[in-house]
């Protein structure tokens, strides 16, 4: 059974850093690009960062590019999202998906054919 299952999410202080996991099973873990997704409460979901099959197929949104990192550790089928510096507007639950295809291109929902059951981050004094 496909599975994806995030974690990591928590409450933290604005400026401060956290680290989300999706563990990935029930699938050829190394044939899929990954990503990660976010949703705040009354707006769309909203692409953040994916990593393809290859070394350094990686794509990042213009909103977190320098403050999200993102790898994947093929031995424990597992993405990682690094984030840092975190800001109020970065609250929301964060989402990791398969794509259909093994690289990254854009991060189209319609692309995306499995989701995880996502994890809260909120940012906040």
């Known amino acids: 059974q496909l599975r994806l299952v995030e974690s990591g999410g928590a409450l933290v202080q604005p400026g401060g850093s956290l680290t989300l996991s999706c563990a990935a099973s029930?699938?050829?873990?190394?044939?899929?690009?990954i990503g990660w997704f976010r949703q705040a409460p009354g707006k769309e979901r909203e692409g953040l960062a994916c990593?393809?099959?290859?070394?350094?197929?990686?794509e990042y949104a213009e909103s977190i590019e320098g403050r999200f990192t993102a790898s994947r550790d093929r031995t424990k089928a597992t993405v990682i999202l690094r984030m840092h510096n975190l800001q109020p507007e970065d609250t929301a639950v964060y989402y990791c998906?398969?794509?259909?295809?093994?690289?990254?291109?854009?991060?189209?929902?319609?692309?995306?054919?499995?989701w995880g059951q996502g994890t809260q981050v909120t940012v906040s004094s």
């Open positions: 998906a398969r794509f259909v295809y093994d690289y990254c291109e854009g991060f189209v929902v319609r692309n995306v054919d499995s």
């Open positions: 990593v393809g099959t290859r070394t350094g197929s990686l």
């Open positions: 029930g699938f050829p873990f190394n044939r899929y690009a």
